[in-house]
């Protein structure tokens, strides 16, 4: 049981360049999200998808693109990467609870994104 | 807006030691509290809080919710050098019919020998 999976886990970037980083659960969630970590700031929503074909924004969706077509995948594109984007970001998945999903996030190993 | 703060935001405590780490929060539908722990990597689960007054353990470590207070402490007894890391709060709330988590920046802790 791999859980959830990203690639890649290290990226360089040139500004203006564009990527998508990969997201990959198999516990059959239907709750996948994307977050940001910088120093100071803590974790921050950027896109979440409560099911295959249904994504919405979160604290910080400038500069990113979602789209959920599998319950399986998840990616999250940078259309034009800008040196603020430079940051840890983490994919999580969780599952339903009470018919809604869950708060008990299970996150990915995380992706470390330079910008220069 | 939704809002968790942790303090400390920085604890360095000796081997043996007892911590109790703090979050208070401000949300608007809660539905849960939960404390994550970050090492190197991924956050990972620790607890999840609903009611009040209702103590979670597992092992060395034990949180309670005030839902009165709008807080959690999350306590660890006789701490190790692997106690170390970023501890995580986070709330749960309904926002538009779907689950949205708000968290807080983290406590690190360093346990020294």
């Known amino acids: 049981n791999a859980g959830v999976t990203q690639t890649p886990k290290f990226q360089v970037l040139k500004t203006g360049q564009s990527m998508t980083l990969q997201c990959a659960q198999d516990?059959?969630?239907?709750?996948m999200s994307w977050y940001r970590q910088d120093p100071g700031m803590g974790l921050r929503l950027i896109h979440y998808?409560?099911?295959?074909?249904?994504?919405d924004q979160g604290e910080v969706p400038n500069g990113y693109n979602v789209s959920r077509s599998t319950t399986e995948d998840f990616p999250l594109r940078l259309l034009s990467a800008a040196p603020s984007q430079t940051s840890v970001y983490f994919c999580?998945?969780?599952?339903?609870?009470?018919?809604?999903?869950?708060?008990?996030?299970?996150f990915g190993e995380g992706s470390r994104l330079t910008v220069l | 807006e939704d809002k968790v703060v942790q303090s400390p935001l920085s604890l360095v405590v000796h081997e043996g030691d007892t911590v109790t780490l703090n979050c208070s929060y401000e949300v608007t539908n809660f539905r849960s509290l939960l404390w994550y722990k970050q090492e190197k990597k991924a956050p990972t689960f620790l607890f999840m809080l609903?009611?009040?007054?209702i103590e979670k353990k597992s092992g060395r470590l034990s949180s309670i919710l005030d839902k009165k207070e709008l807080s959690s402490i999350l306590n660890i007894t006789a701490t190790q050098t692997g106690d170390s890391a970023i501890y995580l709060c986070a709330v749960e709330a309904l926002e538009g019919g779907y689950q949205k988590v708000t968290f807080g920046i983290g406590t690190k802790l360093q346990v020294i020998p």
């Open positions: 999580a998945s969780s599952w339903d609870r009470e018919g809604m999903n869950t708060g008990e996030l299970f």
């Open positions: 609903t009611s009040s007054g």
């Open positions: 516990m059959n969630h239907e709750y």
């Open positions: 998808s409560v099911g295959a074909g249904i994504t």
